[in-house]
T-cell receptor, first 110, second 113 residues
Framework: RKEVEQDPGPFNVPEGATVAFNCTYS??????FFWYRQDCRKEPKLLMSVYSSGNEDGRFTAQLNRASQYISLLIRDSKLSDSATYLC???????????WGAGTKLIIKP | DTEVTQTPKHLVMGMTNKKSLKCEQHMGHRAMYWYKQKAKKPPELMFVYSYEKLSINESVPSRFSPECPNSSLLNLHLHALQPEDSALYLC????????????FGPGTRLTVT
């Protein structure tokens, strides 16, 4: 089992719809989790941090399921500008190290 | 707008050239990172500096040589690269040691011919 796994997609979603995708992780001791978004040919940008059961920021909600070892990202009322690759990230064993998922590509269509 | 800047944005170099990538952050962060990213892949960690000292080298070939002149600057010196080293090189920073919320610069797109 990979340390961090994501469905690569692409998820093709109409504008205004709600979309959710999951990320599974293998290290049951992980305490923090992160979602980054990366636009095509741009740098990753931190979207949300999750330190407890979940986090919400506007249209975005991240939820953690420790029992099943996955985190989800829910996007409500999706916008064309939400089209991007969403990367799930979990801290590694050594300081500063992040284990990156391969990313889920999201395409919002008008 | 990102507060981590990188220069140059694009770089084309031959296998015998020596070049340097530069990164600067203006957030007072004390940890800085170099990553390499190939197309359709996640970033791969190369080096970590903490308080201007190299703390992690992820078994990177010696043709890549990092340098941290001060707490705001990070360089990556390149020499005798191979075509497979062509990639997007990202610099990132985080506030303190063990802080996993990292902020990335726009990257340098490197092509080795």
């Amino acid at each position: 089992r990979k340390e961090v796994e994501q469905d690569p997609g692409p998820f093709n979603v109409p504008e205004g719809a709600t979309v959710a995708f999951n990320c599974t992780y293998s290290n049951s001791a992980s305490q923090s989790f992160f979602w980054y978004r990366q636009d095509c040919r741009k740098e990753p940008k931190l979207l949300m941090s999750v330190y407890s059961s979940g986090n919400e920021d506007g249209r975005f909600t991240a939820q953690l399921n420790r029992a099943s070892q996955y985190i989800s990202l829910l996007i409500r009322d999706s916008k064309l500008s939400d089209s991007a690759t969403y990367l799930c990230v979990v801290p590694g064993d050594s300081n500063y190290q992040l284990i990156w998922g391969a990313g889920t590509k999201l395409i919002i269509k008008p | 707008d990102t507060e981590v800047t990188q220069t140059p944005k694009h770089l084309v170099m031959g296998m015998t050239n020596k070049k340097s990538l530069k990164c600067e952050q203006h957030m007072g962060h004390r940890a800085m990172y170099w990553y390499k990213q190939k197309a359709k892949k996640p970033p791969e960690l190369m080096f970590v500096y903490s308080y201007e000292k190299l703390s992690i080298n992820e078994s990177v070939p010696s043709r890549f040589s990092p340098e941290c002149p001060n707490s705001s600057l990070l360089n990556l010196h390149l020499h005798a690269l191979q075509p497979e080293d062509s990639a997007l090189y990202l610099c990132a920073s985080s506030q303190v040691s063990g802080d996993y919320e990292q902020y990335f610069g726009p990257g340098t797109r490197l092509t080795v011919t």
